[in-house]
């Protein structure tokens, strides 16, 4: 569907990351689950995003299905949940940037407390283009190793491609609702689920406003098979 995900297990991916800070060059993560492939190929913004960035991981049950069905050797999911929870319990500074008000502070209070995480600025997501210069000078003063873009696909990797000339972070993910679930606000599925490949389910059934982008998944599928 010519977009380029990354073959890599977490611990692969975590490593990665690692270099890129000590490379220092502001680079972006994306992590693509089936609904964001399918935007991609709709939006060639968004895909030339996706291709120009230093790693994308397959985020979801559909992304790896599709590698696999269509011959790679994808060894697992690197979920964009997992893969922060992961940094975060790795020391590294990190921004958090999106969500609703007050959903970043609450997010990082959670993650300090139980991974004595070192998160050193947040930011609500919701903001006018006046505001961007302030809000870039914020994530620079930081001097965070990651900035964690929370806003939603395709707002998320469009604001951090527009930006990345002028950010001094080196690694710049864009997470989707993971702010939403570190703060509590959102449940992440029970880990049967996540085993069965059920995770997309569940989230539907939790906010059914989301049922809809549940129908990107079965033209997903179809996509994949008439390509193949
Ligand atoms: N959001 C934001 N700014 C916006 C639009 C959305 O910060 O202008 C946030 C929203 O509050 C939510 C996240 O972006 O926390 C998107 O979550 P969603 O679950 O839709 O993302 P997904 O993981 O499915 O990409």
Same mark, same amino acid.
């Given at each position: 569907?010519?977009?380029?995900?990354?073959?890599?297990?977490?611990?692969?991916?975590?490593? *990665?990351?690692?270099?890129?800070?000590?490379?220092?060059? %502001?680079?972006? =993560? !994306?992590?693509?689950?089936?609904?964001?492939?399918?935007?991609?190929?709709?939006? #060639?913004?968004?895909?030339?995003?996706?291709?120009?960035?230093?790693? =994308?991981? #397959?985020?979801?049950?559909?992304?790896?299905?599709?590698?696999?069905?269509?011959?790679?050797?994808? %060894?697992?999911?690197?979920?964009?949940?997992?893969?922060?929870?992961?940094?975060?319990?790795?020391?590294?500074?990190?921004?958090?940037?999106? #969500?609703?008000?007050? $959903?970043?502070?609450?997010?990082?209070?959670?993650?300090?407390? *139980? +991974?004595?995480?070192?998160?050193?600025?947040?930011?609500?997501? +919701? +903001?006018?283009?006046?505001?961007?210069? *302030?809000?870039?000078?914020?994530?620079?003063?930081?001097?965070?190793?990651?900035?964690?873009? !929370?806003?939603? $696909?395709?707002?998320?990797?469009?604001?951090?491609?527009?930006? &990345?000339?002028?950010?001094?972070?080196?690694?710049?993910?864009?997470?989707?609702?993971? &702010?939403? $679930?570190?703060?509590?606000?959102?449940?992440? !599925?029970?880990?049967?689920?996540?085993?069965?490949?059920?995770?997309?389910?569940?989230?539907?059934?939790?906010?059914?406003?989301?049922?809809?982008?549940?129908?990107? &998944?079965?033209? +997903?599928?179809?996509?994949?098979?008439?390509?193949?």
């Amino acid at each position: 569907m010519g977009v380029n995900v990354d073959c890599l297990t977490m611990q692969q991916a975590v490593e *990665k990351i690692d270099f890129l800070i000590k490379n220092k060059t %502001p680079s972006i =993560v !994306a992590t693509a689950n089936a609904e964001m492939l399918m935007f991609a190929n709709a939006d #060639a913004e968004l895909k030339n995003i996706l291709n120009g960035a230093a790693m =994308v991981t #397959a985020d979801g049950a559909g992304t790896v299905w599709a590698a696999r069905y269509l011959g790679y050797d994808m %060894p697992e999911r690197v979920a964009g949940v997992d893969l922060v929870t992961n940094l975060i319990s790795k020391g590294y500074k990190i921004y958090f940037f999106g #969500a609703a008000e007050g $959903v970043a502070e609450l997010a990082a209070e959670n993650v300090k407390k *139980k +991974f004595g995480a070192n998160i050193v600025g947040t930011r609500n997501g +919701f +903001f006018t283009p006046e505001e961007i210069p *302030k809000i870039i000078d914020d994530i620079n003063a930081s001097n965070a190793d990651i900035l964690l873009a !929370a806003l939603g $696909v395709p707002k998320q990797e469009k604001f951090l491609a527009a930006n &990345l000339s002028k950010l001094k972070i080196p690694v710049n993910i864009g997470v989707g609702g993971t &702010l939403d $679930v570190l703060a509590g606000k959102v449940k992440r !599925a029970p880990r049967w689920m996540q085993r069965a490949k059920l995770e997309w389910l569940f989230r539907a059934l939790l906010q059914p406003s989301r049922a809809g982008r549940l129908l990107a &998944l079965p033209k +997903f599928v179809y996509k994949v098979v008439s390509n193949r």
